[in-house]
């Protein structure tokens, strides 16, 4: 069965401090993982996609990482508008595979 | 480009009273999702459509939840009767649609989401 499991379940950081969220994943063949940021009140909002081991996706602050058994998502000198909650989400190649979400990451970046 | 656009956004009801969300995707998506997000866990899928079929429903309560998508374009969902743990945010996404192994288009863009709660 496919599984996501993000840690920690709560961040909180300094603005300038770096530092690195994590999404373990099992997965009969991993057809995509995805990293969403959620807002209080609001929708999940696509932030990346990765296919393979070895690729990296950036966006200002963000980068995205992965390997065969585990995602990273590193944020370099937060400012307090990075707040958010952070979702891990993956889908597998078979035929019954749907998109599975981890229970997300609470980021809060203090001024 | 407009977004996926829900509504309710926030709907009260008593318990085993019923209950309608509606969903109108980005334009031209062919996939539709249903989610159930419920407060400090991640949205766990509920019903996928892929133009007016239905791909994969195996999480969705039947005894109680019912969704259409009527000529492939926006979708509802419906809870009769609701119960005090269905009380959570629904979520409504849309994506391109696949197309083929290794090119993935799949990549959803999420609507604000319905608040239910259930007294």
């Known amino acids: 069965e496919d599984q996501v499991t993000q840690s920690p379940e709560a961040l909180r950081l300094q603005e300038g401090e770096s530092s690195s969220l994590n999404c373990s994943y099992t997965v009969s063949g991993l057809r995509g993982l995805f990293w969403y940021r959620q807002d209080p009140g609001k929708g999940p909002e696509f932030l990346f996609t990765?296919?393979?081991a070895g690729e990296e996706k950036e966006k200002e602050r963000l980068k995205a990482t992965l390997t065969k058994k585990e995602s990273f998502l590193h944020i370099t000198a937060p400012k307090p508008e990075d707040s958010a909650t952070y979702l891990c989400?993956?889908?597998?190649?078979?035929?019954?595979?749907?998109?599975?979400f981890g229970s997300g990451t609470r980021l809060s970046i203090r001024p | 480009e407009a977004g996926v656009a829900q509504s309710p956004r926030y709907k009260i009801i008593e318990k085993r009273q019923s209950v309608a969300f509606w969903c109108n995707p980005i334009s031209g998506h062919a996939t539709l999702y249903w989610y159930q997000q419920i407060l400090g866990q991640g949205p766990k899928l509920l019903i996928q459509?892929?133009?007016?079929?239905?791909?994969?429903d195996s999480q969705l309560p039947k005894d109680r939840f019912s969704a259409e998508r009527l000529k492939g374009v926006d979708s509802t969902l419906k809870i009769q009767p609701a119960k005090l743990e269905d009380s959570a945010v629904y979520l409504c996404a849309s994506s391109p649609g696949t197309s083929g192994r290794g090119n993935i288009r799949e990549t959803q863009y999420f609507g604000p989401g319905t608040r239910l709660l259930v007294l």
């Open positions: 989400a993956v889908q597998g190649y078979s035929s019954a595979s749907k998109i599975i």
């Open positions: 990765l296919y393979s």
């Open positions: 459509f892929q133009n007016n079929g239905v791909v994969d």
